[in-house]
């Protein structure tokens, strides 16, 4: 009975999981990528070196402020669905998570140094990662996850091969 019901619980959340790890690990990539290019401004790299300089605790407020100003983004997603606009809904909600990570991987990436200095932020940020690197490592050595890892690599190469065969002269 024990075991029945632990296969139920991983034939649900293994799925959801999978999916987690792998839409956050596909969206930090590209987010971290376009994030770089946008840092590539001048006026973006000035405020970055600007933010570099912060004390501790004025690296942590501005870490914490994304959070708070996508807030407008969220009640607009409220007002849309209180008005059935669903699909205008899920757009702002989709937008500002999209915005929202990629703001704040890139402050994190900024920041992470001084935040460090703060012994509660150390203590927490080592804990999280290292059980969010747990969970990716269960997740990532499931036959499943593993099978899928190789079909996505599969079609990858076959794209490739195409895309090579329509520029091969």
Do not use: C
């Amino acid at each position: 009975m024990k075991q029945q019901i632990k296969r139920g619980l991983e034939l649900v959340f293994v799925p959801i999981a999978a999916a987690v790890v792998f839409v956050e690990q596909v969206l930090i990539k590209y987010l971290n990528v376009a994030m770089a290019a946008f840092a590539r401004l001048p006026w973006v790299a000035r405020l970055e070196a600007w933010l570099v300089t912060l004390p501790p605790y004025g690296a942590l407020a501005t870490f914490a402020a994304p959070s708070i100003l996508i807030l407008p983004v969220k009640f607009s997603a409220v007002w849309f669905g209180y008005h059935r606009h669903y699909a205008l809904a899920f757009a702002s909600v989709l937008a500002g998570k999209v915005i929202g990570t990629a703001i704040l991987a890139r402050l994190y990436r900024i920041l992470r140094p001084n935040l460090m200095t703060i012994g509660w932020f150390a203590w927490a940020d080592t804990h999280f990662f290292y059980w969010r690197d747990k969970a990716y490592a269960f997740v990532k050595a499931l036959p499943a996850w593993k099978m899928a890892a190789k079909l996505a690599d599969d079609v990858r190469a076959w794209l490739a091969g195409l895309v090579a065969g329509l520029f091969a002269r």
